[in-house]
């Protein structure tokens, strides 16, 4: 029978973290091609792109939560070895996300541009950023069903597929965001809107990738997993009852993002507006470690929690962290050696270089310190005790938001200034997750 088991090797770590990194590093590239195209349409369009961006993100990152809720619960089950426990905690994930997509898309039809315009956005730009998003938001049923799928994949020990998935979403959105944007091949030019048009249809071909690669390859099957298509009420429940904190979670955050944001939008040049976006990409491409070695930190741990095996945490989280930091300094390292090559990337002109290499070196910073924070906090996930996640994470936005606010809006320090406050938002994850991992009573709410 194949194990499930966790292997908690160097090796066995990085050949689990591996496909997961390319798997998001594929996309988050995708993003940065996006961005450009966009730049080479206007300031305004790629200003536009890091206000709409993250909008999008913040949903995008509630499916994450529950993607996460996911990955715990049937990596624990596949610790314990109840494989069909495991297939059916995808199906009634699935069911949640669906429901979810559907609320808000239409929040999004019927509030998006009202919600802009109150915040201070002036009105024609309000337009276009809502004409962008009624398109984009569609695709979020598709990204949720492809998210929870991955989860699936990650948990049986199967990311190397993830890989393959990426790619053909990644390669369909470039070659659709070339065409659309700019109306080539006989395709009608529709600017701006034409990268909403790509990215959902490349979320469609992403769903439609995953659910082939799990099902024509047999893996439910090899798996030895009996697939139960019937409807639980009370596995909905504790889906439901694990994502949620986790879902906030990631909604606070990612919409307090989108505060900054719009902050940034309101108080400085559209040259500051968009280096903030390439800042944006340049998360993305840091969280390629960040978020894959967070997700493997919670699938081994969860999956060691499983087998009882407790007293090997803190083993694996150093492991963790060794080889995440080690990754995220030679990106760091090169970027800052090369900076003319990746700004050189967006098209720009002006004072853009000058202003985004100094913003660069605070970025620089947080994502090195973003290492510590993921693989602590989906340390904590791992545990099942996704309340204490939140909390965490509402703290630590009250000092991010806080600090931003003074930064931008009352102190009006320059741009470089403004981009610490994800340190300082890092540092406040860091701090509480170690103490509640070392010293908290985690170890009496095993059971879920």
């Known amino acids: 029978m194949y194990s499930l088991k966790s292997d908690t090797s160097v090796k066995g770590i990085i050949l689990l973290t591996l496909p997961i990194s390319m798997a998001k590093l594929i996309p988050e590239l995708n993003f940065l091609f996006n961005a450009a195209f966009l730049g080479h349409l206007g300031n305004r369009e790629l200003a536009l ?7 999008y993100l913040i949903f995008g990152a509630i499916g994450y939560g529950l993607n996460n809720a996911l990955l715990s619960i049937m990596s624990r089950r596949a610790g314990e070895n109840k494989r069909n426990e495991i297939f059916a905690t995808l199906w009634h994930g699935i069911i949640l996300a669906w429901m979810l997509a559907v609320i808000f898309a239409f929040i999004t039809w019927l509030s998006v541009e009202p919600i802009m315009i109150w915040a201070g956005i002036e009105k024609e730009s309000a337009d ?3 004409s962008f998003l009624n398109i984009r938001i ?6 949720y069903t ?11 020990q199967q990311s190397k597929y993830l890989v393959i998935i990426a790619l053909i979403q990644s390669i369909v959105n470039i070659i659709l965001d070339y065409v659309l944007i700019f109306g080539h091949f006989g395709f009608p030019m529709l600017g701006f809107n034409g990268a909403a048009v790509a990215s959902v249809i490349a979320e469609l071909i992403g769903m439609v990738t995953v659910f082939l690669v799990i099902w024509k390859l047999d893996i439910v099957k090899k798996m030895q997993i009996i697939p139960d298509f019937s409807l639980v009420f009370a596995k909905i429940a504790l889906v439901f009852r694990i994502g949620l904190p986790l879902m906030s979670q990631f909604a606070i955050s990612t919409g307090s993002w989108w505060l900054f944001f719009i902050l940034v939008s309101k108080n400085y040049t559209t040259d500051e507006q968009a280096v903030s976006q390439t800042m944006r990409n340049l998360f993305g491409l840091g969280g390629v470690f960040t978020w894959a070695f967070g997700s493997s930190t919670n699938t081994v ?6 087998q009882k095996r407790e007293n090997e945490i803190f083993p694996v989280i150093k492991k963790m962290i060794t080889i995440s930091v080690t990754g995220m300094l030679i990106m760091v390292a090169l970027l800052n050696i090369f900076p ?17 290499t100094g913003t660069l070196r605070v970025v620089s910073v947080a994502m090195v310190i973003m290492c510590f924070a993921s693989i602590w906090l989906n340390a904590v996930v791992a545990t099942g005790r996704t309340q204490i996640v939140l909390w965490i994470e509402v703290v630590s936005i009250l000092v991010y938001v806080i600090y931003a606010w003074l930064v931008i809006e009352t102190l009006k320090l320059p741009i470089e200034v403004a981009w610490t406050s994800d340190t300082i938002y890092t540092i406040c994850m860091i701090v509480p ?13 095993l059971a879920y």
């Open 49 to 55: 792109a890091g206000i709409t961006g993250v909008y």
């Open 128 to 130: 276009m950023a809502g």
């Open 138 to 143: 569609i695709g979020l049923i598709f990204l």
């Open 146 to 156: 492809m998210q929870m799928q991955n989860a699936f994949l990650i948990s049986v």
């Open 301 to 306: 741990i969860s999956n060691i929690i499983g």
């Open 340 to 356: 003319g090559i990746f700004f050189g990337i967006f098209g720009q002109s002006g004072d853009f270089m000058s202003i985004g």
């Open 433 to 445: 997750s170690w103490l509640y991992l070392k010293y908290g009573n985690w170890r009496k709410h």
